[in-house]
């Protein structure tokens, strides 16, 4: 079951911050949180793994609400740099060994 | 250290021909993926291997699309008898630890157009 992200795209000024919801129908295991520049592959940032846990990366953090099924990615002081598309991917408690299902990707643009 | 590669870069073919698409994990990865991306879409898993375990090929659209990983290292993606709506860009990716929540390390890609 594919993770809905949302939103669908977003545009920030620098210096702003954004929030990125990935959410499942299906209780989750871990979450994990990508990011795609324009015309490159894309770069791993996190995984959560637990209920709860909570991650950061640069200014880029991450939590994870296992009864909501859902994880955010906040984006904070948005820089030029974090311009790209950003995925989920998420991992199922009951079909484990799997690979991860990816949301269709929240593009942002952070502009001067 | 060297990271995922993938020949060639881009490729163009007439509708009806095979392809094959190649991909070098980073040594010492025992997972290794395969993806496809269509223009503003997200990524499309088509199949996964593991070690030496049977691959996981849940996401190949067809029986055209099949794949290979010869050796626990190198992986060959194939399509026979392409269609136009192959065309897309194929990422490989490869992790130290398959399943269990592995980061995942992606090459550039194959951008493929079926004319």
């Known amino acids: 079951q594919q993770p809905v992200q949302s939103p669908q795209a977003v545009i920030l000024r620098e210096g702003e911050d954004a929030v990125i919801n990935c959410s499942s129908s299906k209780a989750l295991y871990s979450v994990h949180w990508y990011r795609q520049k324009h015309g490159e592959a894309p770069v791993f940032l996190m995984i959560l793994l637990k209920g709860g846990e909570q991650k950061g990366h640069e200014k880029i953090s991450a939590s994870f609400n296992e009864k909501k099924q859902q994880s955010s990615l906040y984006l904070t002081a948005s820089q030029l740099s974090y311009s790209g598309t950003y995925f989920c991917?998420?991992?199922?408690?009951?079909?484990?060994?799997?690979?991860?299902?990816f949301g269709k990707g929240t593009r942002l643009s952070v502009i001067a | 250290g060297a990271g995922v590669s993938q020949s060639p870069s881009n490729k163009v073919t007439e509708k009806g021909k095979d392809v094959e698409l190649r991909c070098d994990p980073i040594?010492?990865?025992?997972?290794l993926y395969w993806y496809r991306q269509s223009l503003g879409q997200g990524l499309e898993f088509l199949i996964y291997?593991?070690?030496?375990?049977?691959?996981?090929k849940s996401g190949l659209p067809s029986d055209r699309f099949s794949a290979e990983r010869t050796g626990g290292s190198v992986s060959t993606l194939t399509i026979q008898r392409t269609q136009q709506e192959d065309s897309a860009v194929y990422l490989c990716a490869s992790s130290p630890r398959g399943g269990l929540a592995g980061e995942q390390y992606f090459g550039p890609g194959t951008r493929l157009t079926v004319t």
């Open positions: 291997f593991q070690g030496n375990s049977a691959p996981d």
């Open positions: 040594s010492g990865h025992t997972a």
């Open positions: 991917g998420t991992e199922s408690p009951i079909v484990r060994n799997t690979p991860l299902v």
